[in-house]
């Protein structure tokens, strides 16, 4: 048998095809403007991701409802959005024939304090850690106001598709609210959202379910999911492999792997750390979870993280254990990366990570987000990549973005 080739197109079972196997995963832009409508900006930078190559290009963060914001300069989708700018944004990250999924989220109790007096999530639990200053105790949310985070879900997946999305992501991992639900660690309600894994994943399904009802069976809906939590009574993988047979089962289109949350930013280490020389040579986080996961189900897969070369990619796609190879920060530092793997099959990108040498400062500040934020404000003012940008200058940006954030607006 031939071996499938990094551009080679790819089928979802309800038709869609992606060009090939590369996906820009989501990352977090903040590229919104003052009244978390897309930036021009924002526009500029998915056509050049477009240009670049990858199959597919999923957006980071648009949250479904503007009282509850993840960070300052986040995009919003409701009813209250100027859907000009987002159709605009469509049509220029589209521009190439690739597919463009918007990636709706809401932060649950990872809202920072300076933007959340009283974030909500499933139960009144604080997160831990040397983040846990930043964020304040949550309220745990009423049964009403779950629903209307569903129902609000649901609105965001329509508006998406009327602007030209060609599909949507749930986000279900990092520690979002999403995820919270699914955790035993964060979700400690004895009412039906809580409890046994069948009630905690009730949330993901119900929202699931009412985006279907928006968007109709052909588009694509799909969800990105933790492997795992990596906490001490948090989500497991055998639970995360339930909650995959379960969206299976009422007709998901779409899975991608990920890990970690706020508390265990596993999405950025990896789980390679512990394991064996011979699972680390292989590049991608989370590849052993994705192959016990294909013993259980055939559903189109993603697995993002890690990944730095075309052999890597290959040999994730050859074996099995994924149809597509999620890439994030490579893609940001690299917009091209794709039309240079599909050219060269002994290709390899690396760099290295920014720190300011305090690692507690770099923590503080996000320094692992807002670094690859200021490349991506680059790009979308026309700019080039700047590998050798100063950590401390890209952390003085991000306690800029909190000084001028747009007001959040209060829950009634």
Do not use: C
Not at 118 to 142: C, H, Q, R
Not at 149 to 169: E, H, M, N, P
Request: charged share 20%.
């Amino acid at each position: 048998m031939s071996s499938i080739k990094l551009n080679e197109a790819f089928k979802l079972n309800n038709g869609v095809i992606l060009p090939n196997r590369i996906m820009k995963s989501a990352t977090s832009e903040q590229l919104g403007d003052k009244k978390r409508n897309p930036k021009p900006d924002l526009a500029t930078l998915y056509e050049t991701w477009s240009l670049g190559g990858a199959g597919l290009l999923v957006t980071g963060n648009i949250m479904v409802d503007r009282t509850a914001i993840g960070e300052p300069f986040n995009v919003v989708l409701d009813e209250e959005s100027d859907l000009f700018q987002f159709v605009r944004w469509t049509q220029l990250g589209t521009v190439k024939g690739n597919q463009l999924w918007a990636q709706l989220n809401h932060p649950g109790k990872q809202s920072p304090n300076v933007l959340s007096k009283v974030p909500v999530a499933p139960s009144a639990i604080s997160l831990e850690g040397d983040i846990a200053k930043a964020f304040n105790t949550p309220k745990a949310l009423s049964d009403d106001e779950i629903n209307q985070i569903i129902k609000r879900f649901a609105t965001s997946a329509r508006l998406a598709k009327k602007v030209g999305f060609t599909g949507v992501q749930i986000h279900g991992a990092h520690g979002y609210l999403v995820n919270q639900f699914l955790s035993s660690r964060h979700n400690q309600r004895t009412d039906n959202w809580g409890g046994t894994l069948e009630n905690r994943m009730k949330f993901v399904l119900d929202i699931y379910h009412a985006i279907r009802l928006e968007v109709g069976d052909n588009f694509p809906v799909a969800i990105k999911l933790n492997s795992a939590d990596f906490q001490k009574g948090g989500f497991t993988e055998e639970e995360s492999m339930q909650v995959v047979e379960a969206l299976v089962q009422v007709g998901i289109d779409f899975i991608e792997i990920s890990g970690g949350s706020y508390e265990n930013p596993m999405m950025v280490t990896g789980d390679v750390q512990t394991a064996s020389k011979s699972t680390r040579k292989r590049e991608a986080y989370f590849l052993n979870y994705a192959e016990a996961l294909r013993k259980r189900t055939d559903i189109p897969l993603a697995v993002t993280g890690g990944f730095r070369s075309s052999e890597g990619m290959m040999q994730a796609i050859n074996s099995g254990a994924t149809d597509i190879v999620g890439l994030a920060r490579p893609m940001i530092l690299k917009p091209d990366l794709p039309m240079a793997a599909f050219s060269d099959t002994k290709f390899v990108f690396n760099w290295n990570e920014p720190t300011t040498g305090f690692k507690k400062f770099d923590m503080m500040t996000m320094l692992t987000l807002i670094w690859y934020e200021k490349q991506m404000w680059r790009i979308g003012k026309g700019q080039a990549v700047k590998l050798k940008l100063s950590p401390w200058m890209a952390s003085l940006t991000s306690i800029w973005k909190v000084l001028t954030s747009p007001p959040v607006k209060r829950r009634s």
